[in-house]
């Protein structure tokens, strides 16, 4: 066990249309969204992405990986780990993947209870599913003393 790690992280969920991304506070307490960026362009996105790891000196990424429900890998996880390995060329902190089952159903959850309408929740959904992912990664670091996750590997 090493225990918490203490520095903000940034957690993203990646889409086929938007990014979305959240932070926490350098005690891993509580995650908030603070953006969803457009993918109509990768390579702005990213540079989007960039500037917030280094705006909020976010000591590492957490990033939703896709899976379906037993556990093996969605199909959507081939265009998302291009987008984070494209990603982690431009960056100079780890990104953690994380799985992410349901993340998006809870996201639409919250959102519909908070009283959203359908087009609300379609902009806010992935920055609402980045905090879900980076409180359970948080949540589960506190508990076990271990970072949630794999580390990405960099490689093509």
């Known amino acids: 066990m090493t225990g918490f790690r203490r520095g903000r992280r940034l957690a993203l969920d990646v889409g086929s249309v938007r990014v979305g991304a959240a932070i ?3 005690d891993g307490i509580l995650a908030t969204p603070i953006d969803h960026v457009r993918r109509d362009e990768d390579t702005a996105a990213i540079t989007r992405i960039r500037d917030l790891v280094e705006e909020h000196d ?40 994380v799985d992410e089952r349901f993340t998006t159903v809870q996201a639409h959850s919250v ?46």
């Open 24 to 26: 926490c506070d350098p």
């Open 58 to 97: 976010a000591i590492e990424i957490v990033a939703g990986r896709p899976r379906s429900l037993d556990g093996a890998d969605h199909g959507a996880v081939d265009a998302a780990l291009t987008f984070l390995r494209a990603l982690a060329a431009r960056v100079s902190v780890p990104i953690r993947l």
């Open 111 to 156: 959102l519909q209870s908070a009283g959203r309408s359908s087009k609300q929740r379609r902009e806010r959904v992935d920055s609402v599913a980045a905090v879900l992912i980076l409180q359970t990664a948080l949540d589960l670091e506190k508990s076990s003393g271990t970072p949630a996750g794999t580390i990405l590997d960099r490689e093509v």
